[in-house]
């Protein structure tokens, strides 16, 4: 149902006046692509009196920068190897709780997107498993961007059916989430089941 889905505002173009402005009417999820600025605007946001907004790192994490990361972010959408989770779970030793995160998984196989492909899917999960601080809690996607948002429904599809097969070799409801569709293809995306958009365009008119 569409209540049940979490807006992510995707603000990598946008200042932290935006962001505070978009807190005010109520959103609270924002996405970022990289971590420097997003630290810096999340400094801003709180000199501006906005404490409560969490922010989502969507983009491509190198291993480098984790160890701030994590300290900016309240998740991660962009799991896609054994060695950032390796990264991670040094970087969250000490840290009470676990960190949420997806994996992304390179569904259309396109060369210019991150993520693991399909088969990876599950050596990774097994993995993430046996973790004390990492808490994988869906997939996520990229689609390609295209002009008619049903060319990428068979991905959107193809993410749902490998949440479902994960799920059903784990014997257990643990994957809940799936991170995918964005401003030109997000209806599409609800329909094949996502639970987290990342909007931008259509929401600052970027």
């Not at 990598?12 to 109520?26: C, S, T």
């Not at 969507?58 to 054994?82: C, P, W, Y």
């Not at 409801?173 to 990342?198: C, P, Q, W």
């Amino acid at each position: 149902m569409r209540s049940e889905i979490n807006l992510i505002a995707v603000t990598k173009y946008v200042d932290a006046q935006a962001i505070a402005a978009a807190r005010e009417i109520g959103q609270r999820d924002f996405g970022e692509n990289y971590v420097k600025p997003a630290q810096s605007k999340m400094e801003e946001v709180r000199r501006l009196g906005v404490t409560d907004a969490a922010f989502h790192m969507i983009g491509h994490l190198q291993s480098n920068k984790v160890r701030d990361a994590v300290t900016v972010f309240q998740s991660l959408h962009s799991l896609d190897s054994s060695k950032l989770l390796n990264a991670l779970e040094k970087a969250l030793a000490g840290r009470e709780g676990s960190y949420p995160c997806f994996i992304e998984v390179n569904v259309s196989g396109e060369d210019s997107k991150f993520g693991i492909e399909p088969p990876e899917l599950q050596p990774l999960l097994e993995t993430a498993m046996e973790t004390d601080k990492i808490d994988v809690v869906g997939l996520m996607t990229m689609a390609a961007y295209v002009e008619d948002p049903e060319r990428v429904r068979p991905d959107f599809a193809r993410l749902r059916e490998l949440r479902d097969d994960a799920n059903d070799k784990l014997g257990i409801d643990k994957l809940r989430y799936l991170s995918m569709g964005m401003t030109n293809d997000f209806e599409v995306a609800i329909e094949e089941g996502a639970t987290h958009l990342r909007i931008g365009t259509a929401l600052f008119k970027i």
